[in-house]
């Protein structure tokens, strides 16, 4: 079993501290199924950054954090096509607005869900 694929399907108690990745992209990224990252720093200070999820069926109960650090000129996260996140699609992606904002989106094995 990797680091990846640890799942805890019942109560877990943690007594200490917790550690996540975290990773920072200046350029368009797509999360992969087995990449680990948990929280993505996005720097849009060179251009425009579309972040792309990976398949929802591949991911049931993941979660993942979004921080925008420079809004730049935009910042996207794309669901893949057939699949949405909340009513946002891969032709109508989410937008965030400003820097510093940020989302944690959970995947229910069909879709994401902005939580």
Do not use: C, H
């Not at 990773?23 to 972040?51: H, M, R």
């Not at 730049?72 to 057939?82: A, F, L, S, Y």
């Not at 909340?86 to 939580?115: K, R």
Request: aromatic share 8%; proline share 3%; net charge negative.
């Amino acid at each position: 079993m990797s680091n990846t694929d640890f799942k805890v399907k019942q109560a877990l108690n943690l007594n200490g501290s917790l550690a996540a990745n975290i990773q920072t992209v200046t350029l368009d990224y797509t999360i992969l199924d087995t990449d680990g990252v948990f929280t993505l720093l996005v720097d849009a200070s060179l251009g425009a950054v579309a972040v792309d999820l990976p398949t929802a069926a591949d991911n049931e109960g993941r979660l993942i954090v979004i921080k925008v650090v420079d809004i730049g000129t935009g910042v996207t996260v794309v669901p893949e096509v057939g699949q949405t996140l909340d009513a946002f699609t891969n032709a109508a992606p989410f937008s965030f607005g400003a820097t510093w904002d940020s989302i944690m989106v959970q995947s229910n094995g069909t879709n994401w869900f902005i939580i």
